[in-house]
């Protein structure tokens, strides 16, 4: 999956508030695939309701590919690996709180 120019450059020049929000959605995004993933797995292991996980399983691909475009804008950001880019953020972000 690529982003297109205009959104590149975007990121390159984005705030570090821009990216702030960017590493929320990030987190929010994996938290729904974390929950969309323990409910196809309880129900493959029948704990929940035998029902068919076609649906979940979209759902579930849809957020695979939230997180990766948000990955994608934060290594425009940052051009270094995701989890430096959230380090850094939230030590910024708790740095800017303390003063």
């Avoid at 990121?11 to 821009?18: D, G, I, N, R, V």
């Avoid at 929950?35 to 579930?60: C, F, H, M, P, Y």
């Amino acid at each position: 999956m690529k982003i297109d120019k205009e959104l590149k450059d975007y990121c390159k020049s984005m705030s570090t508030a821009e990216a702030r929000m960017l590493v929320d959605s990030y987190y929010e995004a994996q938290g729904k695939r974390i929950d969309i993933e323990n409910k196809i797995r309880s129900i493959k292991q029948g704990v929940d309701d035998n029902i068919n996980t076609a649906g979940l399983e979209w759902q579930l691909s849809k957020r695979k590919d939230e997180e990766h475009e948000i990955e994608l804008m934060l290594k425009y950001f940052y051009p270094i690996g995701i989890e430096l880019h959230i380090w850094l953020l939230l030590a910024k972000s708790r740095q800017n709180h303390t003063l």
